[in-house]
């Protein structure tokens, strides 16, 4: 079988820094995704890590540890308009750029 | 570049009546997906194209769903008939193809069945 673990909500203040983790069971693990989506809107791309290591691009940085089964996405200097979900993806080999979603974490930001 | 198009926004239809849903990827992309997404839940692959061959349809429900990309670009969902608990959001993406591509969704289509 197939499960990612993300936390359900997290709450944090403007210009803080909020880290939200993933693990992840799978087999054929190919790298992790990330996706942002704001209330009815649509999911938009984040980040992907193939490799170990921490990718950052802008405010948002992703990182991933293969052999640990684990990521994490950090967002730095919150802004309101981060309140959304966070959903870890998991492409998977095999099933050709399949992705396979966690349940999602949503964020509030707070004055 | 136009992102990923979905019609209608929203749709409110009896149990037991037929709804579609029509989706046109980004201009270029040769992979379409259809995901559902239940309320508080990630997206949920449905059916995956390589231009107009559904190449991954494992989580299609055929008893009730149906779906067609008959000249590879644009696409429609179609659910004959509804039930209750098909009731969600109905999201279409497109990539340019391959292992690697990233994902582009649309906005997806809300569908209350009542």
């Known amino acids: 079988g197939q499960s990612l673990e993300q936390p359900s909500e997290v709450t944090a203040v403007e210009g803080a820094i909020v880290q939200i983790n993933c693990t992840y069971q799978?087999?054929?693990?190919?790298?992790l995704s990330w996706y942002q989506q704001h209330d009815g809107g649509a999911p938009t791309f984040l980040s992907y890590?193939?490799?170990?290591g921490l990718e950052e691009t802008g405010r948002f940085s992703s990182f991933l540890s293969r052999s640990d089964s684990y990521g994490y996405l950090l967002l730095q200097e919150l802004q309101m308009k981060d309140s959304a979900s966070y959903f870890c993806?998991?492409?998977?080999?095999?099933?050709?750029?399949?992705?396979?979603f966690g349940a999602g974490t949503r964020l509030a930001v707070h004055p | 570049e136009a992102g990923v198009v979905q019609s209608p926004r929203y749709k409110i239809i009896e149990k037991k009546q037929p709804v579609a849903f029509w989706c046109n990827p980004i201009?270029?992309?040769?992979?379409l997906y259809w995901y559902l997404q239940n309320l508080g839940q990630g997206p949920e692959l449905l059916i995956r194209?390589?231009?107009?061959?559904?190449?991954?349809d494992s989580q299609l429900p055929k008893d009730r769903f149906s779906a067609e990309r008959l000249k590879g670009v644009d696409s429609t969902l179609k659910i004959q008939p509804a039930e209750l608990g098909d009731s969600a959001v109905y999201l279409c993406?497109?990539?340019?193809?391959?292992?690697?591509?990233?994902?582009?969704f649309g906005p997806g289509t809300r569908l209350l069945v009542l």
């Open positions: 799978t087999s054929g693990f190919y790298g």
């Open positions: 890590n193939a490799l170990d």
């Open positions: 993406a497109s990539s340019l193809g391959g292992s690697q591509e990233t994902q582009y």
């Open positions: 201009s270029g992309h040769n992979t």
């Open positions: 194209y390589e231009n107009e061959e559904a190449v991954d």
């Open positions: 993806a998991v492409k998977k080999t095999g099933g050709y750029n399949k992705l396979i």
